[in-house]
């Protein structure tokens, strides 16, 4: 069984950066792509992005490109996702989720594995 596990989620200041963790265990020989999925009060989930961990193709919505990144550590099954010049738009609940299928996706429903979610708060 696949377990998904986010942490680094926490409060940040308009302008400023954070860096989610998430580690993925279990048995993942048909797990490739590795997401990050948010969901902001009244809003509904969306994908910031996504790593293939068969050749590390990225994927970010338009909207975050240049100020989000994700990276990925196969030694300790870690995917990263860095976060930089954070504003109160990106307050939300942080999910952690991995797909059976090696490419990413843009849709939620396209993620099989999800962990907990972690908040990050963005605010003065």
């Known amino acids: 069984q696949v377990q998904v596990v986010e942490s680094g989620g926490g409060l940040a200041q308009p302008g400023g950066s954070l860096r989610l963790s998430c580690v993925v265990s279990?048995?993942?020989?048909?797990?490739?792509?590795i997401g990050w999925i948010r969901q902001a009060p009244g809003k509904e989930r969306e994908v910031v992005s996504c790593?293939?961990?068969?050749?590390?193709?990225?994927y970010y919505p338009r909207s975050m490109k240049g100020r989000f990144t994700i990276s990925r550590d196969d030694s300790k099954r870690m995917v990263y996702l860095q976060m930089n010049s954070l504003n109160p738009e990106d307050t939300a609940v942080y999910y952690c989720?991995?797909?059976?299928?090696?490419?990413?996706?843009?849709?939620?429903?396209?993620?099989?594995?999800w962990g907990p979610g972690t908040q990050v708060t963005v605010s003065a």
């Open positions: 790593i293939s961990i068969d050749d590390g193709e990225e």
């Open positions: 279990g048995a993942l020989q048909e797990d490739r792509a």
């Open positions: 989720a991995a797909r059976r299928w090696l490419i990413c996706s843009s849709w939620v429903s396209g993620y099989d594995y």
